[in-house]
Structures are given as structure tokens and as C-alpha cells.
């Protein structure tokens, strides 16, 4: 069985994978971090979403010896190292951007990857970055709420 090593949430890591896992069974097996969902095993519902090397990606479809020599970010490695919220968490926090929360992992990885590469994105833009997320509580409309709120922290320098 193979090692990979990784940055995983700005730490090194290594794990003997086996050619066919995945990302997420990766994520959530042998390095224990739960908060990557697993939802349609299919690409379709996000709930799986995390960086890697910055860009959003279905953890569920990524095999993890892919990731060899390349950073993951979950949602585990957003909060700050002294726990201080990263803003995409405080607008999901301020403008309710959640319900059951099954989905919000995704969604938080999926708008931090938008924010990251455009501060002040339109409702449009924000929009079009969620679509491969899917929530069956919310109806989004609190979803793009919180996106803005974190951008406009972000873009204040509150982040």
C-alpha cells in the first residue's frame, strides 16, 4: 500500500492509501476529520468540497493519491489557529446560512475558493460558484446573504 504525503490545513500529513480511495475516505478514515461530508458519492451534491492547492474540488471524486505533494484545505483548517472564525463561518453565523448543516461544509469551502479569487463578487457570481452545492433546507437566498456579508468583511479588512 502506498504513502502519501500532503499539507493537510497547513500541516504536514501521511497515510498508506490503497490506489482506489478516495479523498473523503481519506479525509474522514484515517485522518479523522468528519467535517467533509459524504452525500451522493456521485460529484453532484458538494457536501464533499474542499481545496486543493486553492481550487474547490469533489472530494468524493478525487482519489487521494492525488493529492501527493499538494495542500488540502477542509473545512476543519478554516477557523484561524487561535480559533478566531474565518469570515465565510461569521456570514454563515450573522446571516443564517444554514439549517440541517449536512450541506455546509461545501458550502463554505465552495465560497471561501470564490472569495479567494474574487472579493466582491456579484450575487450572479456568487450564484454560479454554489452551483455544484446543493442544500434542500435553505433555498439559498441566506447561502448568498452570508457569502456577501463575508466579502464585505473581507473587503473591510475585518477578515
Do not use: W
Request: hydrophobic share 35%; with cysteine.
Amino acid at each position: 500500500m502506498p504513502a502519501i504525503t500532503l499539507t493537510l490545513n497547513g500541516r504536514p500529513a501521511t497515510a498508506r492509501v490503497e490506489p482506489q480511495t478516495l479523498l473523503v475516505e481519506l479525509l474522514r478514515g484515517a485522518l479523522g476529520l468528519t467535517g467533509t461530508h459524504v452525500g451522493c458519492d456521485t460529484g453532484q451534491c458538494g457536501c464533499c468540497t474542499v481545496l486543493l492547492d486553492g481550487q474547490s474540488v469533489k472530494a468524493c471524486s478525487t482519489l487521494a493519491v492525488q493529492v501527493q505533494g499538494r495542500s488540502v484545505t477542509t473545512v476543519e483548517g478554516l477557523a484561524g489557529p487561535d480559533g478566531k472564525l474565518h469570515p465565510v463561518q461569521e456570514g454563515f453565523i450573522a446571516c443564517h446560512g444554514l439549517q440541517c448543516g449536512y450541506c455546509t461544509p461545501g458550502m463554505l469551502m465552495s465560497a471561501t475558493c470564490l472569495l479567494n479569487q474574487n472579493p466582491s463578487p456579484s450575487e450572479a457570481e456568487i450564484q454560479h460558484a454554489l452551483e455544484g452545492n446543493l442544500c434542500r433546507c435553505t433555498g439559498y437566498v441566506n447561502i448568498v446573504a452570508a457569502v456577501k456579508h463575508a466579502s464585505k468583511l473581507m473587503t473591510e479588512g475585518q477578515a
